[in-house]
Nanobody, 123 residues
Framework: EVQLVESGGGLVQAGGSLRLSCAAS????????IGWFRQVGGREGERVSC????????SYEDSGKGRFTMSSDNAKNTVYLQMNSLKPEDTAVYYC????????????????WGKGTLVTVSS
């Protein structure tokens, strides 16, 4: 059974930093992509970043580009999202998700989801 567990959320002041973690287990496939998504109450969820297992390439949406960095630790089966220069508009529930047998992270095409971790940025 695939399980994804996010951690690292919390309350931080504007301009501060947080590092989110997503611990993955139960994978039986070799090719996959892992993405970070966020959802604000009353708004549609949006993709934040994506990493591909095939070549390790990462991509970022404009909202976090230059401030957010995604990385992975294969030995620990964990991916991270380092968030710097946080803004109040970054406040959201952050989820990690997996798409199997592919290298992209379409919001409506992810196969497995974690339960999320809350990030609150105060002004």
């Amino acid at each position: 059974e695939v399980q994804l567990v996010e951690s690292g959320g919390g309350l931080v002041q504007a301009g501060g930093s947080l590092r989110l973690s997503c611990a993955a287990s139960g994978f039986t496939f070799d090719v996959y992509a892992i993405g970070w998504f966020r959802q604000v109450g009353g708004r549609e969820g949006e993709r934040v970043s994506c990493i591909s297992s095939s070549d390790g390439s990462t991509s970022y949406e404009d909202s976090g580009k230059g401030r957010f960095t995604m990385s992975s630790d294969n030995a620990k089966n964990t991916v991270y999202l380092q968030m710097n220069s946080l803004k109040p508009e970054d406040t959201a529930v952050y989820y990690c998700a997996v798409r199997k047998y592919d290298s992209s992270c379409p919001r409506n095409g992810m196969d497995y989801w974690g339960k999320g971790t809350l990030v609150t940025v105060s002004s």
